[in-house]
Structures are given as C-alpha cells and as structure tokens.
C-alpha cells in the first residue's frame, strides 16, 4: 500500500499543491479539501489494485464445450462411449480450470445453440477447447459433427444437418480466440454414409486451420475406429491420463496420447494430431516445469514393438514434446525390438492404395487423402509417384507442414537433394519444434556432404524425441567428422532401437 500511495503522489503532483495549506488558507474549505484527498486515495488503490491483477494475471481465461451425442437411432450397435467419455472429460476440464457447458444427444437446434453461447463467451485471448465423440463424416474434405436427429440420405445433406469443424475453428478465430483446441472421438462407422458412399474414409483434416490450433483426432485421416463395450473409449482414458501431468506442454499430451493408443491398440489405432501453436499451453495450469523425481517418465521409441515402430515409420508425422531430452550417448541403450518390416509393398498398403484411387476420383479436392496415398506409395519405395501425391496435398493445403516433411524425404530417397532441403526447411518454418523435419533435414544435409550441419539437426530432434533414424544419422556425421567412438556409440544406440535402422539408411545411399 505504501508503494501505491508512493506512486499516487508522484502521479499527482499538483494535488499535493492544492491540498496544502498555503493554497487553502479558509477553514471553511476544510470539507472541499476533504473530498478531493479522498478522490485522490480512490483512485490510488483502484489503480494499485488493477496494477496488481495485471502481475497475478492468472493467464487467459479458459472456456469448453463438451459434447457427447449416442442416441442416434440408425446406430447398430447402439453407442455406448460417447455420453461417458463427455462427462469424464468434462470433469477433468473443470479441475484444470475451465468454464465448462456439457452437453449430451443434441439434436440439431440444440447442437447450433450450444455452440452460439460458446461463442459469446469466447473474450479476445482466451482459450477455447471443443471435445465432440460422436458420429463425424468428411465430406467435400471437411469434418463435420452430427446430431442425433441428422436426416442424412445424400452427401449434401452432411453439410445441412452437420457443425463443420473448419467453420468452428474460423468462429473461433473471429471472435479473438488466443488459443483454438479441437478434440474429436468422431472416427466411427457409421449408417448414414451407406447412402452415399461405397466405404467410409474417416474424417478429415481442417483445410486450412488458423494460427494457434491444436487439433487432436481419435483416428487419422481416412481411418476409422472400433467402439467397445466400455463406459470410456481408449483414446479418451489415454487422453485423460495424460492430461493430468503438471508441466506437459498441450503438444506433448496429444502427442502422448497418440502413443498410448498406438501402443495399447497394438497399433490398430493410430490417433492424428497437427498443430500451429503461437504460444505455450499446458492443460494443469500453473504447473511447474520440473517434475517430481520420481515421476513415471513417458515411454521412448526404444520400448516400442515391432507394429509400434511401423506404424511410426509409415506416418512420419508425429511431433514429440518439446524439452531438453536425454543425452543419446549416455546411459545403457533400450532393449532390442524385434526388427520393424520392411519397405516394399504390402498386400493392405495395396489396397489402400486401390481404395484411395476410387476415393480421389470422386473427392479431386481431398488434401489429406493426397497426402494418405502418398504416405503409401513412399512406404512401397514408389517415391516418384509419392512426390506427385504430396505435390497435390501441397497445392490443395499449402501450410501442410507433414506433406513437405514427407516430400523431403520422398525428394531425399530419389537424389533430389536441393529440393528436398527446401522442403524441409519450409516444413520447420511452418513447425519450428517438428522433430522429423529435423530428422529429415539431417539425412539431407548427409547426402550433400554437410556432416556439421547433419549433426546440429541430429542434435534438435534427438532433443524433442528419441528415435533410431537420428542416432544412426548423427553416428555417421560424427564419423565423417573424425569421432569414431562417438559414431560408434550413436550407431549402436540406433540399432538397439531398430535393427533396421542401416538398411533405412542404405536405400538412401548413406553407409
């Protein structure tokens, strides 16, 4: 208070003047005199209390809306999850210190008038989260969330009966949201898209989602999940586990999470999530960075299985959590993995391939389904027909920071060296903290004989994630920088992880 009052005076000088007795010499002044002390003394602590707000901030206010939609009458089997997975996930929200509206069976008026009172309660800054399990459908590559009472005999009802998750996301953004999350449990089989469609595809990416969106789905792009009898689905019980770490960043639980459904799936569901993040978040607020000694630490690549690593080699486009990370060239390596497979074509990746050409026929415009196939044809080793396919998932969305990512690589396996530095290095502009661009970027700069410059790269990722492609590449750039004992040391870490990190390597002309 003595600081305030300090501060008030300084502030104003002249009032110092006109309460003084040399100014007010009649006593009958003495209660005009009174009036304005007080005036002053208000505005004081007004100001001194405001003052004291602006240091406590205690950060950008922080609104959700929480949907859970089951009873939809064509479902067979009916859903069980997605009512238990909104309140679960409802109360976790409210304990990280959301203002929290959750909602269960909308139809369609109420789903339009949920989502207008979020929308009036989004304030310039603030934080605004949507979870949504439910029926999702893509079409006209966009998502969109669908009531219980959706009349849906034909794609273009999808857009009449359905909340697009792009048009969410530009509200969002139109009414000064700092930071934009949306969560969706959405990737089911449903009955509706029997009437106009052959098969499913999943949902799709957001075509063009605004700076400070993190996006997390239950499934990737084009891949759809199996609901089980349990109150919870495992995407949202990993998603909550995870969210309950204090000092993890946002990117490293949706990062997590997609692990732990990788991992206790046994790689039949493989979570997607993107980011644009401008600024840091973390869902337990006012956590500390450091955690407790005795912490249960996240599991690395090195304890993945077999599935775990290919499925991890055939995306490519997960971002580890930021942070310094353990040194890779101390401590005892992880236990061998049986060997991950190898590339070639595979009779599923086929006909993938196969149902992704029928799809795209159709759906010229799809950016994510581009980028599907081309995933695939890079995992068959066909990296020319690959290139062309993230050529069109990058004209189609030219901020896909995965698609240049992957046409790094694709670019690298072919020569294409130049071009595919430029790739990469448009991929961490887009992502600065992207962790296999680095990669990427590293195995690059190995092929056109910048050892130096490979090993600051290997560094970076190693640092935002353990994985065998890094230790192997920063084994061989040390070698070439005459360090053979720590080349020999990043090598064997490499092969520790996966055994058939050299022929990777190989195919790419690196020995």
């Known amino acids: 208070m003595l600081k305030a009052l300090d501060f008030g005076w300084r502030r104003f000088p002249n009032y110092v003047i006109l309460t003084s ?18 005036f002053v003394l208000m505005f004081i602590v007004i100001h001194g209390a405001r003052a004291a707000d602006g240091q406590q901030g205690g950060g950008a206010p922080r609104v959700a809306l929480v949907i859970g939609n089951a009873s939809y009458p064509n479902a067979d089997p009916p859903l069980v999850q997605p009512v238990g997975n909104a309140h679960a996930f409802a109360d976790e929200l409210r304990h990280d210190g959301f203002d929290v509206d959750v909602k269960t069976n909308l139809n369609k008026e109420g789903m339009q008038q949920a989502f207008a009172r979020l929308y009036e309660r989004i304030k310039p800054g603030a934080v605004a989260l949507i979870f949504y399990s439910g029926f999702g459908i893509q079409s006209n590559r966009q998502s969109y969330m669908i009531p219980v009472d959706a009349q849906i005999y034909k794609e273009d009802d999808v857009r009449h009966d359905g909340i697009g998750v792009d048009r969410v996301l530009q509200e969002m953004k139109d009414r000064g949201a700092g930071v934009k999350i949306i969560i969706m449990d959405a990737s089911r089989r449903n009955r509706y898209e029997t009437n106009f469609r052959v098969a499913s ?13 993190l996006v997390l789905y239950s499934a990737g792009p084009g891949s759809l999940v199996r609901d089980s009898a349990e109150e919870k689905s495992l995407f949202v019980s990993e998603l909550l586990s995870e969210m309950r770490a204090p000092g993890v960043s946002a990117d490293e639980v949706f990062s997590r999470t997609r692990m732990g ?68 060239s101390t401590g005892p390596p992880p236990p061998p993995v049986t060997p991950a497979p190898k590339f070639g074509p595979q009779g599923k990746d086929l006909d993938d391939i196969k149902n992704l050409d029928t799809y795209l ?11 599907r196939r081309g995933q695939l044809y890079a995992k068959t080793g066909d990296f020319a027909t690959s290139v062309k396919d993230f050529d069109e998932a990058l004209r189609l969305h030219p901020q896909y920071a995965e698609a240049f990512n992957n046409r790094c690589w694709a670019r690298a396996m072919l020569g294409d060296s130049l071009a595919a530095l430029k790739d990469c290095d448009e991929a961490l502009e887009l992502r600065p903290d992207y962790a296999d661009a680095l990669d990427s970027r590293g195995f690059v700069e190995l092929k056109i004989g910048e050892p130096k410059n490979a090993i600051a790269d290997y560094n970076a990722a190693l640092r ?37 990190v050299t022929a990777e390597f190989e195919r790419g002309g690196l020995r």
């Not at 100014?23 to 007080?38: A, E, Q, Y």
């Not at 595809?201 to 969106?213: D, E, F, V, W």
């Not at 026929?361 to 980028?371: K, L, Q, R, S, T």
């Open 21 to 38: 007795r040399k100014f007010w010499p009649s006593t009958c002044d003495m209660i005009s005199r009174l009036i304005l002390i007080v």
């Open 201 to 213: 595809l999943g949902l799709a990416l957001p075509a063009n989602p605004p700076i400070g969106t």
């Open 261 to 328: 459904v990788l991992r206790a799936s046994r790689g039949e569901q493989n979570p997607f999530n993107t980011s644009s993040l401008n600024e840091d978040f973390d869902f337990v607020p006012n956590a500390s960075v450091n955690k407790p000694a005795n912490a249960e630490q996240p599991k690395t690549q090195g304890d993945l299985t077999d599935w775990e690593q290919a499925a991890i080699k055939e995306s490519r486009e997960h971002v580890a959590p930021a942070g310094p990370g353990p040194d890779v």
């Open 361 to 371: 026929g159709n759906h010229p415009d799809d950016a994510a389904a581009f980028y």
């Open 464 to 500: 935002l994630k353990r994985q065998a492609s890094s230790f192997y590449g920063r084994g061989l750039a040390r070698k070439l920088r005459g360090d053979p004992t720590g080349s020999r040391r990043d090598i064997a870490a490499a092969k520790a992880i996966d055994p058939s």
